[in-house]
């Protein structure tokens, strides 16, 4: 099995800590603090008490039949991450690394979004416990996703809109990793996904680790077997670290990460990081990146503000070069389409990141008749995603 708790800060050739001096000792603090709290029963106990009453798991495993049989599949279980707290994943490892701040002292959190859907979950965490909270955002994802901008000043937390216009989620975490150097004595930095410097892909791979462990289990005692196939969408990376942690030791069981092909990678206009990038440095960490030849950060586009990113976490690039995982991308429009489908089959409306999992279920299922179970993470809800949707012919 390939571990998610690394002692070197590398899986493989991949992570590393590729950051100013001024950060060094500031992520050496909080390596130390994560390894010394993560192993404290109590920790852990209030970790999963708070999961429990505050962010509503465990999440139920849910079997589409409508949905399964207008794509082929006899089984076709959805994780729904999307019934949590805040309508979505990410306010696992929101818990998780709060309660960290407060063991370290740290009064004020900063965070990067790109969906919106890490902000609120920070903003909520952070209201909870009564913490300062700032969350920068991209200028394109703070008006396209305004919906949960309002719900995160709504939570109390300051949201700051990062410049130039078409600014996204790469611009969002440059900003916050500035505010973190400049304030990093008093500041804690919560970053929403397995990206970044070590220890942030380890940390965030640990607390989301919780939605595998369900849905192993949930899935054995629904069906008596472990799933065929895993299936999840990728950004940076949190959701299917999530879901694919409790399987990465079982050889019979295909994983597939799913990026955002936009509209095709033919026209550059994509996100796919695995597939169509490189090797290279960002933010901090070593891994597959959307590069162009000179070694400079290529542009994105994807419908999904939530995998509208150019890197990848360090994991999924070490399980892409040794085979675990199988990499497959999916258009603006199947994504869309999925999106619908599962709206009006299953009166569950996925946001456009789960949608673009969703969507390859179909592809899937067309080209492995003998797997009868398939698991998707449907890491969100899709209240966010409505007016991208209506206006989709305007994008």
């Given at each position: 099995m390939t571990s998610i708790i690394t002692r070197t800060g590398k899986y493989g050739k991949y992570?590393?800590?590729?950051?100013?001096?001024?950060?060094?000792?500031?992520?050496?603090?909080?390596?130390?603090?994560?390894?010394?709290?993560?192993?404290?029963?109590?920790?852990?106990?209030?970790?999963?008490?708070?999961?429990?009453?505050?962010?509503?798991?465990?999440?139920?495993?849910?079997?589409?039949?409508?949905?399964?049989?207008?794509?082929?599949?006899?089984?076709?279980?959805?994780?729904?991450?999307?019934?949590?707290?805040?309508?979505?994943?990410?306010?696992?490892?929101?818990?998780?690394?709060?309660?960290?701040?407060?063991?370290?002292?740290?009064?004020?959190?900063?965070?990067?979004?790109?969906?919106?859907?890490?902000?609120?979950?920070?903003?909520?965490?952070?209201?909870?416990?009564?913490?300062?909270?700032?969350?920068?955002?991209?200028?394109?994802?703070?008006?396209?996703?305004?919906?949960?901008?309002?719900?995160?000043?709504?939570?109390?937390?300051?949201?700051?809109?990062?410049?130039?216009?078409?600014?996204?989620?790469?611009e969002a975490i440059n900003e916050a990793i500035r505010d973190w150097v400049t304030n990093v004595d008093d500041t804690f930095y919560l970053l929403g996904s397995v990206v970044g410097p070590h220890p942030y892909p380890m940390m965030v791979s640990y607390f989301q680790s919780v939605i595998g462990m369900e849905a192993r289990r949930q899935a054995k005692l629904r069906t008596g077997k472990n799933p065929d196939a895993v299936i999840a969408c990728v950004g940076g990376g949190s959701n299917s670290i999530g879901i694919f942690s409790a399987f990465l030791n079982l050889k019979n069981v295909r994983l597939y990460a799913v990026e955002a092909g936009g509209r095709g990678h033919n026209t550059g206009e994509h996100a796919a990081s695995l597939l169509s990038g490189s090797p290279g440095i960002l933010h901090g960490s070593y891994s597959y990146l959307l590069q162009d030849k000179y070694g400079q950060v290529a542009s994105t586009h994807s419908i999904s503000a939530g995998l509208d990113y150019p890197g990848v976490g360090p994991l999924l690039s070490h399980l892409k070069d040794t085979k675990r995982i199988e990499c497959v991308s999916v258009s603006d429009r199947e994504a869309l389409q999925a999106f619908h489908d599962t709206s009006t089959l299953e009166g569950i409306i996925p946001a456009l990141e789960p949608a673009h999992a969703l969507a390859f279920v179909k592809t899937f299922a067309g080209s492995n008749k003998n797997y009868s179970t398939i698991l998707v993470n449907l890491s969100g809800r899709g209240d966010k995603d409505i007016d991208i949707v209506t206006n989709y012919k305007n994008i």
């Amino acid at each position: 099995m390939t571990s998610i708790i690394t002692r070197t800060g590398k899986y493989g050739k991949y992570g590393g800590q590729f950051v100013p001096e001024t950060l060094i000792q500031a992520l050496k603090e909080l390596e130390n603090q994560f390894n010394r709290w993560y192993k404290e029963k109590k920790f852990r106990e209030e970790f999963h008490q708070h999961l429990k009453e505050f962010a509503g798991r465990p999440t139920p495993l849910y079997e589409a039949t409508r949905l399964a049989r207008k794509y082929g599949i006899k089984h076709l279980l959805l994780k729904r991450e999307d019934l949590c707290h805040t309508g979505a994943h990410k306010i696992n490892n929101c818990i998780g690394q709060v309660l960290l701040a407060q063991k370290m002292n740290k009064k004020r959190i900063v965070a990067e979004t790109g969906a919106g859907q890490h902000g609120v979950a920070v903003a909520s965490v952070c209201a909870k416990f009564g913490l300062e909270c700032v969350i920068y955002m991209g200028k394109n994802d703070y008006q396209r996703q305004n919906q949960n901008v309002q719900r995160m000043h709504l939570l109390g937390a300051k949201v700051v809109a990062v410049h130039p216009e078409e600014a996204t989620l790469k611009e969002a975490i440059n900003e916050a990793i500035r505010d973190w150097v400049t304030n990093v004595d008093d500041t804690f930095y919560l970053l929403g996904s397995v990206v970044g410097p070590h220890p942030y892909p380890m940390m965030v791979s640990y607390f989301q680790s919780v939605i595998g462990m369900e849905a192993r289990r949930q899935a054995k005692l629904r069906t008596g077997k472990n799933p065929d196939a895993v299936i999840a969408c990728v950004g940076g990376g949190s959701n299917s670290i999530g879901i694919f942690s409790a399987f990465l030791n079982l050889k019979n069981v295909r994983l597939y990460a799913v990026e955002a092909g936009g509209r095709g990678h033919n026209t550059g206009e994509h996100a796919a990081s695995l597939l169509s990038g490189s090797p290279g440095i960002l933010h901090g960490s070593y891994s597959y990146l959307l590069q162009d030849k000179y070694g400079q950060v290529a542009s994105t586009h994807s419908i999904s503000a939530g995998l509208d990113y150019p890197g990848v976490g360090p994991l999924l690039s070490h399980l892409k070069d040794t085979k675990r995982i199988e990499c497959v991308s999916v258009s603006d429009r199947e994504a869309l389409q999925a999106f619908h489908d599962t709206s009006t089959l299953e009166g569950i409306i996925p946001a456009l990141e789960p949608a673009h999992a969703l969507a390859f279920v179909k592809t899937f299922a067309g080209s492995n008749k003998n797997y009868s179970t398939i698991l998707v993470n449907l890491s969100g809800r899709g209240d966010k995603d409505i007016d991208i949707v209506t206006n989709y012919k305007n994008i």
